[in-house]
């Protein structure tokens, strides 16, 4: 079955950084774009970056751009998502998810000193 498992959440000072990861099973990975979303309490979810099945494209949110990175491991069924300069307004559940296959349980980023 289709499964999503994120991981590299946890608690970062403002100005660090951390490095999820979506490790992905059960369709053909390589054939499908990757997403990373998150969901801060309150508010609704937001498209934070997307790549290419390929790894050759990808686009970013605004309030993420120059900041974050997301990538992919077409051989391992791993995406990234490498975030640097964290603040304290990138608190939230981030989740991989993957357009009409499923989505992650995701994965607590909080940003506080």
């Known amino acids: 079955q289709v499964q999503l498992v994120e991981s590299g959440g946890g608690l970062v000072q403002p100005g660090g950084s951390l490095r999820l990861s979506c490790v992905a099973s059960?369709?053909?990975?390589?054939?499908?774009?990757m997403n990373w979303y998150r969901q801060a309490p309150g508010k609704e979810r937001e498209l934070v970056a997307a790549?290419?099945?390929?790894?050759?494209?990808?686009i970013y949110a605004d309030s993420v751009k120059g900041r974050f990175t997301i990538s992919r491991d077409n051989a391992k069924s791993t995406a990234y998502l490498q975030m640097n300069s964290l603040k304290s307004e990138d608190t939230a559940v981030y989740y991989c998810?993957?357009?009409?296959?499923?989505r992650g349980q995701g994965t607590q980023v909080t940003v506080s000193s």
């Open positions: 998810d993957v357009a009409h296959i499923g």
């Open positions: 059960g369709f053909t990975f390589s054939s499908y774009a």
């Open positions: 790549i290419s099945s390929t790894g050759d494209n990808s």
